[in-house]
C-alpha cells in the first residue's frame, strides 16, 4: 500500500508561476510524414529504451524517434540564436 500524503497548513514560501508550455491538443494530434531508416544501434541504448518504454506502456520506437525530434528541435533553436563564427584558416 502506498503511504498516505499529509498535508500541513505551513506558508508555502516563495511561488514562481511557470509559462504555459505543454503542446495544444491539435499539436498532439498532428502527426509528421515519417521516413524508414536502418539504424544500428548498441545493444545497451536498444535494452535501455524497451525498459523504460515497458515501464511506460509505450513504444521503444517511439521514445527513440521523441528523443531525436527533441534534439533537432533544440539544435535548430540553439543554431538559430547562436551567432555565426568565421574562423581562420591556419598557416600552413
Given at each position: 500500500m502506498k503511504k498516505k500524503i499529509v498535508?500541513?497548513?505551513?506558508?508555502m514560501g516563495d511561488v514562481?508561476?511557470?509559462?504555459?508550455f505543454?503542446?495544444?491538443?491539435a499539436?498532439?494530434?498532428?502527426k509528421e510524414d515519417g521516413v524508414k531508416v536502418t539504424l544500428a544501434l548498441s545493444?545497451?541504448?536498444v535494452e535501455f529504451f524497451k525498459?523504460?518504454?515497458s515501464k511506460h506502456?509505450?513504444?521503444?520506437q517511439r521514445m527513440i524517434r521523441r528523443l531525436l525530434?527533441?534534439?533537432v528541435e533544440a539544435q535548430s533553436t540553439a543554431a538559430s540564436k547562436a551567432k555565426p563564427t568565421v574562423r581562420k584558416r591556419a598557416a600552413i
Open positions: 498535508y500541513t497548513d505551513e506558508p514562481e508561476v511557470v509559462a504555459d505543454l503542446p495544444s491538443p499539436e498532439l494530434a498532428f545493444k545497451r541504448s525498459s523504460e518504454a506502456q509505450t513504444q521503444y525530434d527533441s534534439y
